[in-house]
């Protein structure tokens, strides 16, 4: 998906999360040369669905058709996809004479999905006929749909030419919600505490969980993506730290102290804005990708490197008496303690990272910032930031659950009492309780 | 810690002469030591660790071994006792290269250890050297198990079936076959000491030093390392060069005490001869306090 629509489809705002391109378009069709010629089909948005025209919910449709050389039009009857409904809809007929308002008069019959629409007197070359047809739905389950029918013109029933493709977006259960919610009083009350109503809007906040998920999708994807490689990096660049040659060590300490000592914000500058400069040009999130990555190796370096040296000296003693090099010792007896050691300051940092790819929004990276932001500036109303802070706490509460979780075990099995394997029998577990 | 380990001696600015030539020195040795320990020597005999002059300066001024000379044969139990500080561990640490000596020379095998030497040739020397620490030190995330697996699939390449049953057989011998699944923190101190042993064991080293095993222990705990260590000792054939204040210990097993003080081997003998009849007075004044 290119950039730019996604972009659009966040404005579209429930579009977003369905086809994250969904438009209403009407295109002009060529005309033909001896019909009634199918002008223009159009929908407009229903209430609560953002640019988008949602199916199964009332929407108002305009159909327009001029009629040509030779034809005499008695009726129209205009026949929508299974699904679609004219029941209960109200039909404004218009029928002009070149520009000028004819005194033709119409009738509307709607039944099921078509309407029959009867004029007082035949129309002739150079009319055109306008319907305006309000609360009338169109297919729950969305799609394209195209307006197709018949229509009598000297006695004869003709096929009419199908309308454009009008996109609709199916009529999901948010949309029913969003309806529901519209019709409770309760909701009403509420909206009208103007706190409650600007932050915590019932309505936003159903539209906003389901039309920001693909940018929370994409914050996820991107430290998802980033972090092996943060990891990787970063354990490189910790045992080029703790390394016993010195150009090594250098190198490390540079590349620590630099990423560590500039703000992320301004990195995420240089190498957004630097690299097109250079005619490099990487997709958004690719660049969004290695620049998180590349961020957060910094921080797990120097996490690693203090696990590293956090292990005594008693160990790297009893490895090298049983013989084994200083390779074997770091695979086999320090970086497997240390791992265990650093999980809970490294999930810390995952936290961190994780709410640092809002940042990238700054760039325009389409990510949870970023979607929430567009539908704050379409609505006017600060629901969408609250419902992006929930979408990131669903990622960071249970993390720093587990963080402390951790820490707790960690802990009590330094203190020695950590949980212990099944004993074999409970004489054994006895002698334990005796020695400790 | 990891880096700036080099094996090799600065300099010899101390006016320390030339190891001496294999077979007269085993020759000298035997005549010295012959009164001196219970040892039997095997005819034309030669020792397995010879310390010669060994000198060990920390940060170019505190002297901790200041002439240190020693041997020890194959299969002799060496205590060596001594007030704290006195240079124990570090003429201990110096014979597995775990600190670098400053001067003098160690033989082991009659091949000198001291000097250039490679990486890969301290690892294979190490390896005939085991060595037990008074804080245990046991791989935490191994069980008791693994500890004892490491060594021999890491480093003597065993397969994992092979490593297994010399672990639990190891595990056995020091009386915690039951305890091959726990990890060291499930474990007492005491259990954690024999695993440490077993660990050392199972890698068939000809030597293994004790750097005080029992001196981390409750009470309670120490008599059980004791006894692996005994057993060791008198089943095992195993040369045990073994740093301790258990004078009990050190009188029923060893079969040369070592008395050492001020970075010097001051006096030794038998344990008869070093317990009962001392002949220095800094000797008697030592196990005077102790007793
Ligand atoms: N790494 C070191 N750096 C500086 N001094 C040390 C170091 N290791 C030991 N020493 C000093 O050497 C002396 C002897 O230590 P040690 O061999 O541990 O004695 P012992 O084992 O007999 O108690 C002590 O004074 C100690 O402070
Ligand atoms: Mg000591």
């Known amino acids: ?9 966040a404005r579209s705002v429930v579009a977003a999360f369905v086809l994250a391109l969904a438009f209403a378009l009407a295109c002009a069709l060529p005309s033909g040369a001896f019909a ?14 953002g640019s988008s025209v949602i199916g199964g919910l009332p929407t108002r449709l305009t159909w327009e058709a001029t009629a040509d ?8 009857e205009l026949v929508l996809p299974e699904g679609g409904s004219f029941d209960s809809s ?12 004819s005194k033709v008069e119409g009738e509307a019959t709607p039944q099921g999905n078509k309407l029959t629409v009867k004029f007082s007197e035949p129309l002739v070359d150079g009319y055109l006929i306008r319907l305006e047809i309000t609360d009338m739905h169109f297919p729950s389950e969305g799609g394209s749909v195209v307006v197709g029918g018949t229509y009598v013109s000297n006695g004869e029933t003709k096929q009419l030419q199908d309308s454009a493709p009008i996109e609709t ?53 991107i430290v998802i993506a980033s972090y092996p490689f943060a990891v990787v990096l970063g354990l490189v660049f910790a045992l080029m730290k703790v390394s016993r040659f010195k150009l090594l060590r250098a190198i490390a300490i540079v590349y620590i102290n630099v990423l560590r000592g500039t703000p992320l914000f301004l990195q995420i500058y240089i190498v957004f804005f630097g690299l097109p400069m250079m005619n490099i040009n990487i997709d958004n999130v690719i660049l969004g990708i290695i620049v998180m990555a590349v961020n957060s190796s910094a921080y797990l370096a120097e996490i690693f490197r203090a696990g590293i040296e956090s292990i005594p000296a008693g160990q790297y003693e009893a490895a090298s008496s049983l013989g084994m090099g200083h390779l074997q010792t770091m695979v086999n007896i320090i970086l497997p303690q240390t791992v265990r050691r650093v999980i809970p300051t490294v999930t810390s940092d995952f936290i961190t990272a994780f709410k640092d790819t809002s940042l990238l929004s700054s760039v325009g990276v389409m990510e949870l910032m970023m979607f929430s932001k567009n539908l704050t500036s379409i609505t006017g109303n600060m629901t969408p930031y609250v419902t992006a802070g929930i979408f990131y706490l669903i990622v960071t509460l249970p993390l720093i659950k587990v963080v402390t979780v951790i820490e707790k075990r960690i802990a009590r099995s330094e203190r020695g009492s950590g949980p212990r394997p099944k004993a074999k029998t409970a004489v054994a577990k006895e002698e334990v309780a005796d020695a400790v | 810690m990891l880096s700036k380990k080099r094996m090799h001696l600065p300099n010899n600015t101390h006016d320390v002469p030339p190891a001496l030539d294999a077979e007269e020195a085993a020759r000298a ?6 009164s001196l320990t219970k040892h039997h020597f095997e005819p034309h005999e030669h020792p397995c660790v010879r310390i010669e002059h060994l000198v060990k300066t920390f940060d170019g001024e505190t002297q901790v071994l200041t002439d240190v000379n020693l041997t020890v044969w194959p299969g002799e139990v060496v205590c060596v006792l001594g007030p704290s500080g006195s240079g124990k561990s570090t003429m201990l640490r110096c014979i597995n290269l775990l600190e670098t000596p400053t001067a003098g020379h160690i033989l082991i095998e009659d091949k000198e250890i001291t000097g250039h030497l490679l990486q890969a040739e301290v690892n294979k020397l190490r390896q005939n ?11 935490p995330h191994l069980t008791a198990k693994g500890n004892v697996m490491i060594g021999q699939t890491k480093v003597l390449k065993k397969s994992k079936e092979e490593a297994e049953a010399e672990a639990l057989k190891q595990l056995e011998a020091v009386g915690l076959l039951d305890r091959a699944d726990y990890k060291p923190a499930q474990l007492s101190g005491g259990q954690q000491q024999r695993v440490a042993i077993a660990r050392a064991v199972a890698m068939h080293p000809d030597i293994i030093l004790f750097d005080e095993p029992t001196s981390a222990l409750d009470p309670e705990l120490v008599r059980g390392v004791l006894d692996v260590m005994r057993r060791l000792a008198e089943h095992g054939g195993m040369t045990m060069i073994v740093v301790t204040h258990e004078m ?16 010097v081997v001051v006096e030794q003998g038998t344990p008869e001869q070093v317990f009962d009849n001392p002949q220095h007075k800094r000797t008697a004044e030592f196990l005077g306090s102790i007793d």
């Open chain 1, 1 to 9: 998906m290119d950039k730019t629509s996604i972009r659009m489809g």
């Open chain 2, 248 to 263: 009990g210990f050190a009188r029923e097993v060893a079969d040369r005490v070592v008395f050492m003080e001020g970075g």
């Open chain 2, 29 to 34: 040795a035997h005549e010295r030591d012959k």
């Open chain 1, 90 to 101: 109200t039909t404004k007929i218009t029928t002009l004479k070149g520009l000028e308002r």
């Open chain 1, 69 to 76: 050389k030779g034809d005499s039009v008695e009726s129209v």
């Open chain 1, 36 to 49: 009634l010629t199918t002008g223009s089909a159009t929908a407009k948005p229903n209430e609560d669905g």
């Open chain 1, 169 to 221: 977006i199916p009529n999901t259960l948010v949309q029913g919600i969003v309806n529901w919610l519209d019709h409770q009083p309760w909701v009403q009350a509420w909206n009208s505490n103007q706190f409650l109503g600007m932050f915590f809007k019932p309505q936003l906040i159903v539209t906003s969980l389901f039309s920001l998920l693909p940018g929370w999708f994409v914050c996820l994807g």
């Open chain 2, 129 to 139: 050297l085991g060595m037990v620490f008074q804080s245990f030190n046991l791989f």
